[in-house]
């Protein structure tokens, strides 16, 4: 059964540092998310991408985010200058349309800021 | 904007009995509604979920929910609980393409089943 993958799995930075975080979606799927969980709260979207432009982002996802398909099958996340509070678990999405799809998530980066 | 309330961070049964997480929305337009599981130190799974038509939803391992639409509700069910099922349990809404497909989710509910 095909599955959305993530690297890495951890990755620890200082604070400061540029990180990017790979995923590979689901090869036959459009729209691509990212989310994120801080420890002990509830997931909360970033971003989503569609036809190569990111079609929504929330608050969170502010100018030191931002999103990429380089190469057709890879879906990157970079975070510029990272901050304590960017500590969290990371998960990529992907789906097919139509509106209601169901998003397929990968396991996740525990991204850890020093 | 769309908003989700799950009732109760925390919920205990015992092997067998019914489970009952609940679920309500908030929702300018009609939404589509999911339920998803986490396991510890895993992603998120899909259990089921409401796009359109019939409005009480069966999914995987036996859990099933209803949409309610005059109570803004989408409880989760399971008439016998199993040791497999504790988990974290996320109720989520989504607005569609329209609106960048995202996912809004509730805090979670920690489900634990007692032997």
């Known amino acids: 059964e095909p599955e959305v993958t993530q690297t890495p799995s951890h990755q620890v930075t200082q604070m400061g540092q540029e990180v990017i975080l790979r995923c590979v979606p689901i090869?036959?799927?459009?729209?691509f998310y990212w989310y994120r969980q801080i420890l002990g709260q509830k997931v909360e979207f970033l971003v989503s991408?569609?036809?190569?432009?990111?079609?929504?982002k929330s608050e969170i996802f502010d100018d030191q985010f931002s999103v990429e398909r380089p190469d057709g099958s890879n879906f990157t996340l970079k975070i510029r200058s990272t901050k304590l509070e960017d500590s969290a678990m990371y998960f990529c999405?992907?789906?097919?349309?139509?509106?209601?799809?169901?998003?397929?998530f990968g396991p996740g980066t525990r991204l850890t800021v020093l | 904007a769309q908003s989700v309330t799950q009732l109760g961070s925390h919920v205990s049964v015992s092997e067998g009995a019914l489970v009952l997480l609940r679920c309500n929305y908030s929702?300018?337009?009609?939404?589509?509604l999911f339920w998803y599981v986490q396991y510890p130190n895993q992603g998120l799974q899909l259990l089921l979920k409401?796009?359109?038509?019939?409005?009480l939803v069966k999914g995987i391992n036996g859990f099933e929910a209803e949409f309610k639409k005059s109570e803004t509700s989408f409880h989760l069910t399971k008439p016998s609980a199993h040791m497999s099922d504790a988990a974290e349990y996320f109720c989520?809404?989504?607005?569609?393409?329209?609106?960048?497909?995202?996912?809004?989710f509730g805090a979670g509910t920690i489900l634990r089943v007692k032997s």
């Open positions: 999405a992907s789906s097919r349309p139509p509106s209601g799809g169901t998003q397929y």
């Open positions: 090869s036959n799927h459009l729209y």
């Open positions: 991408f569609y036809n190569n432009e990111i079609s929504e």
């Open positions: 929702s300018s337009v009609p939404p589509y």
């Open positions: 409401y796009t359109t038509g019939a409005t």
């Open positions: 989520a809404v989504s607005l569609g393409m329209e609106y960048g497909n995202k996912l809004v």
